[in-house]
């Protein structure tokens, strides 16, 4: 148990270092606020989820790095590191799909894809003006399909 909890730790640790390494010459350029989420098909999830995601833009080959905190639906505090592919960018906005990692300490082990408390994410997410949106589908389990929402701002 505590091995495979130190192994999670590290393999989100180098997670985090390598969503960072690429960007490490330039700033963040967009901050966003988690304000909550929608668990479609599933019942006793806390919808609060306030949280903070910095994201570097077009990095690499052309792709969105982004690490953030937050509040999980368990009521416990997450860490995440995503990647997004743009599929279509418009003055105010884009649609993206997405992929990463989460941090669910104590809980990652209720989902059926993890290893120890690290949980894959991902799914399908809209940027419009300060608004975003995210729907992440599920194996149908314990929900059908996450949809979180939240606020949006450019640091350029």
Not at 6 to 11: D, L, N, S
Not at 69 to 87: F, I, K
Not at 111 to 127: E, K, S, T
């Amino acid at each position: 148990e505590a091995a495979q909890q130190m192994i999670t730790r590290i393999c989100l640790a180098a997670a985090l270092i390598l969503a960072l390494a690429a960007p490490a010459q330039a700033g963040p350029d967009r901050l966003s606020i988690l304000l909550g989420s929608s668990h479609v098909g599933g019942a006793g999830f806390d919808g609060r989820n306030p949280g903070v995601f910095l994201t570097w833009e077009d990095r690499g080959p052309g792709l969105d790095l982004s690490v953030g905190a937050y509040r999980n639906s368990y009521g416990r505090a997450s860490l995440a590191a995503t990647v997004a592919l743009p599929g279509a960018r418009w003055r105010d906005g884009e649609v993206s799909i997405f992929a990463g990692a989460a941090l669910y300490p104590q809980d990652g082990r209720r989902f059926r894809a993890h290893l120890g408390d690290l949980v894959p994410i991902g799914g399908v997410q809209v940027r419009h003006g300060a608004a975003f949106l995210q729907i992440m589908p599920s194996d149908g389990g314990a929900v059908d399909a996450v949809i979180a929402m939240g606020l949006t701002f450019s640091l350029e």
